[in-house]
């Protein structure tokens, strides 16, 4: 059985030391993040507050990552980033935006993005495994945590070519679309990076031999740590920045069900069903 981890290496609290000009805001499909450079001494790509409510979408950031380093997921390291208000006044953003700390995961340019074209994969067995295994665990980890935001035509996906580790980013829309409030439903396989068409493409012709392989201890590896997770999550809130305005009970009343046998009974069968279908689609 895997040993219990309780998270100790809890987030820092970062401050800006440099003026964040037009050429620093990221023009996605969604955030619009901005990259921040701090008095760590390094860069941070900061997600902020939109200005309405409590900070939902910081907090499933917040969650998201450390619930993956749980999972033993490569996620960047990241922080609490406080904006101080001379270094944001050049930029076309709102200034209620940046009144609260906001969640920073540091930059790295050496990470390549992956989308349905990336090339860069390499070819040895034994790092292909490696791969897999992260690919499937995060697709399982958005079953779970009901991210249909992952999808074939949005990865949001990095890829470390020196540890050859995938890095999942981008969980604002966790909860089907940051909605905690309302009652989870399962994603659909067009939802999934699982059953995407790209997937066959990655691992070729090593993909049903490591799916048959790996798909025996998926399994007990999610129950173990969605165990993990939970005893983990009293801390986790705990450290959430009371700037957020995250109603703490109200919040972990919400997450109880994500834990519960039945939602992991339903999580591992879409699982599967979006493997099979992937299979199937490559006879």
């Given at each position: 059985?895997?040993?219990?981890?309780?998270?100790?290496?809890?987030?820092?609290?970062?401050?800006?030391?440099?003026?964040?000009?037009?050429?620093?805001?990221?023009?996605?499909?969604?955030?619009?993040?901005?990259k921040?450079?701090?008095?760590?001494?390094?860069?941070?790509v900061?997600k902020?507050?939109?200005?309405?409510?409590?900070?939902?979408?910081?907090?499933?950031?917040?969650?998201?990552?450390?619930?993956?380093q749980?999972?033993?997921?490569?996620?960047?390291?990241?922080?609490?980033?406080?904006?101080?208000?001379?270094?944001?006044?050049?930029?076309?953003?709102?200034?209620?935006?940046?009144?609260?700390?906001?969640?920073?995961?540091?930059?790295?340019?050496?990470?390549?993005?992956?989308?349905?074209?990336?090339?860069?994969?390499?070819?040895?067995?034994n790092?292909?495994?490696l791969?897999?295994?992260?690919y499937?665990?995060?697709?399982?980890?958005?079953?779970?945590?009901?991210?249909d935001?992952?999808?074939?035509?949005?990865?949001?996906?990095?890829?470390?070519?020196?540890?050859?580790r995938?890095?999942?980013?981008?969980?604002?829309?966790?909860?089907?679309?940051?909605?905690?409030?309302?009652?989870?439903?399962?994603?659909?396989?067009?939802?999934?990076?699982?059953?995407?068409?790209?997937?066959?493409?990655?691992?070729?012709?090593?993909?049903?031999?490591?799916?048959?392989e790996?798909?025996?201890?998926?399994?007990?590896?999610?129950?173990?740590?969605?165990?993990?997770?939970?005893?983990?999550l009293?801390?986790?809130?705990?450290?959430?920045?009371?700037?957020?305005?995250?109603?703490?009970?109200?919040?972990?009343?919400?997450?109880e069900?994500?834990?519960?046998?039945?939602?992991?009974k339903?999580?591992?069968?879409?699982?599967?069903q979006?493997?099979?279908?992937s299979?199937?689609?490559?006879?």
């Amino acid at each position: 059985m895997r040993k219990t981890n309780i998270v100790k290496n809890l987030p820092g609290n970062l401050t800006s030391i440099k003026e964040i000009i037009p050429e620093d805001c990221f023009n996605t499909r969604g955030s619009h993040p901005v990259k921040v450079y701090c008095n760590d001494g390094n860069d941070y790509v900061c997600k902020y507050f939109n200005g309405i409510g409590p900070a939902t979408g910081l907090f499933n950031e917040y969650l998201a990552a450390r619930f993956f380093q749980l999972w033993e997921l490569n996620v960047p390291d990241f922080a609490f980033v406080n904006i101080q208000k001379h270094h944001f006044e050049k930029i076309p953003l709102p200034h209620h935006c940046f009144n609260i700390p906001c969640f920073g995961s540091r930059y790295d340019h050496k990470l390549k993005e992956v989308d349905k074209f990336f090339l860069g994969w390499p070819s040895r067995k034994n790092t292909i495994e490696l791969i897999v295994a992260d690919y499937l665990k995060i697709g399982l980890f958005d079953i779970w945590l009901s991210n249909d935001d992952r999808n074939f035509d949005n990865f949001n996906l990095l890829y470390n070519f020196e540890t050859n580790r995938l890095i999942p980013i981008d969980h604002v829309q966790l909860f089907n679309g940051n909605n905690l409030d309302r009652d989870p439903y399962q994603i659909n396989e067009n939802d999934s990076i699982l059953s995407a068409p790209f997937m066959n493409g990655i691992f070729s012709r090593t993909l049903q031999q490591i799916l048959k392989e790996y798909r025996l201890t998926i399994e007990e590896e999610f129950k173990s740590y969605l165990r993990t997770c939970y005893e983990n999550l009293g801390p986790i809130l705990q450290y959430t920045p009371p700037e957020w305005r995250i109603d703490s009970a109200f919040t972990k009343s919400r997450l109880e069900f994500y834990f519960s046998e039945s939602w992991q009974k339903q999580c591992l069968e879409s699982f599967n069903q979006f493997i099979q279908y992937s299979l199937n689609r490559s006879l």
